[in-house]
């Protein structure tokens, strides 16, 4: 596959402002992304190919292809979400899944969980399970920890949104686990707010993940700005996490 993840340890998405216009009608702007190493560089480029009245309908739930490519216009992942059921607790099927490939080759996928309060998605190589992924968490595992990255309010973690990576070799992922990884969602300025859903995340990789597992974590940050920060993003956050603002 495409070398250009070798050698990083962290990688920024910043989705692009467009559409803005649109938006405000009501119809969803195709999702765009670029890609960073160090914040400034850019590593390539991404743009949703999906159906514009699904958008509309189904914004948490479309289905879409992106490919990631890198500044020379080479793949470097393309990701495939079908249509299925939105997240929710208690759910027993149909749950919500995102495919990896590179190269016309299969590199994975991140699959929705079962679970209760807090969402859980389990990242598979070769049909091996190799990552587990949810917010940080308190009450023995219950409830979504809103303080992890400090004072959600008007602290450091001010709309802040992280997600933590564990290994599968990790038995005990609750409250103060240690994690590996993170893929953490970034606070944006009041005119994105007010104008766009377009959203930042900073992907930090396990350190001992090789470039096909680094690339299905970057298109993991895709996948859970789909699922949760799409469309009505204070709604859908409130509902799927169980938080009480």
Same mark, same amino acid.
């Given at each position: $596959?495409?070398?250009?993840?070798?050698? /990083?340890?962290? %990688?920024?998405?910043? #989705?692009?402002?467009?559409? &803005?216009? #649109?938006?405000?009608?009501?119809?969803?702007?195709?999702? !765009?992304?670029? @890609?960073?190493?160090?914040?400034? *560089?850019? /590593?390539?480029?991404?743009?949703?190919?999906?159906? =514009?009245?699904?958008?509309?309908?189904?914004?948490?739930?479309?289905?879409?292809?992106?490919?990631?490519?890198?500044?020379?216009?080479?793949?470097?992942?393309?990701? *495939?979400?079908?249509?299925?059921?939105?997240?929710?607790?208690?759910?027993?099927?149909?749950?919500?899944?995102?495919?990896?490939?590179?190269?016309?080759?299969?590199?994975?996928? +991140?699959? !929705?969980?079962?679970?209760?309060?807090?969402?859980?998605?389990? +990242?598979?190589? *070769?049909?091996?399970?190799?990552?587990?992924?949810?917010?940080?968490?308190?009450?023995?595992?219950?409830? %979504?920890? =809103? &303080?992890?990255?400090?004072?959600?309010?008007?602290?450091?973690?001010?709309?802040? %949104?992280? @997600?933590? +990576?564990?290994?599968?070799? #990790?038995?005990?992922?609750?409250?103060?686990?240690?994690?590996?990884?993170?893929?953490?969602? /970034?606070?944006?300025?009041? $005119?994105?707010?007010?104008?766009?859903?377009?959203?930042?995340?900073?992907?930090?990789?396990? !350190?001992?993940?090789?470039?096909?597992?680094?690339?299905?974590? $970057?298109?993991?940050?895709?996948?859970?700005?789909?699922?949760?920060?799409?469309?009505?993003?204070?709604?859908?956050?409130?509902?799927?996490?169980?938080?009480?603002?």
């Amino acid at each position: $596959m495409n070398n250009a993840l070798s050698d /990083l340890n962290k %990688v920024s998405v910043r #989705q692009t402002r467009r559409g &803005c216009f #649109q938006e405000l009608l009501g119809c969803e702007a195709k999702s !765009e992304f670029k @890609y960073f190493k160090d914040g400034t *560089d850019q /590593l390539g480029t991404s743009l949703e190919d999906s159906e =514009c009245c699904l958008r509309f309908f189904c914004p948490l739930c479309r289905p879409f292809t992106m490919e990631v490519k890198d500044m020379e216009g080479a793949e470097i992942l393309t990701v *495939d979400r079908p249509f299925a059921c939105g997240p929710t607790a208690c759910k027993c099927c149909c749950y919500q899944t995102m495919s990896f490939q590179s190269g016309g080759q299969d590199l994975g996928k +991140i699959e !929705e969980q079962y679970y209760y309060c807090v969402p859980i998605f389990k +990242i598979y190589q *070769d049909g091996n399970y190799i990552y587990k992924i949810h917010s940080p968490t308190c009450l023995g595992g219950l409830c %979504v920890n =809103c &303080c992890a990255e400090g004072n959600p309010c008007f602290g450091k973690g001010c709309c802040k %949104v992280p @997600y933590h +990576i564990f290994p599968a070799s #990790q038995e005990n992922t609750d409250d103060n686990a240690p994690h590996s990884g993170k893929i953490l969602k /970034l606070p944006k300025s009041m $005119m994105t707010e007010i104008l766009t859903d377009a959203n930042a995340f900073d992907v930090t990789f396990p !350190e001992d993940a090789n470039n096909s597992q680094k690339a299905m974590i $970057m298109g993991s940050a895709i996948f859970l700005n789909a699922l949760f920060f799409e469309g009505d993003e204070i709604t859908s956050y409130i509902s799927y996490h169980s938080i009480i603002l």
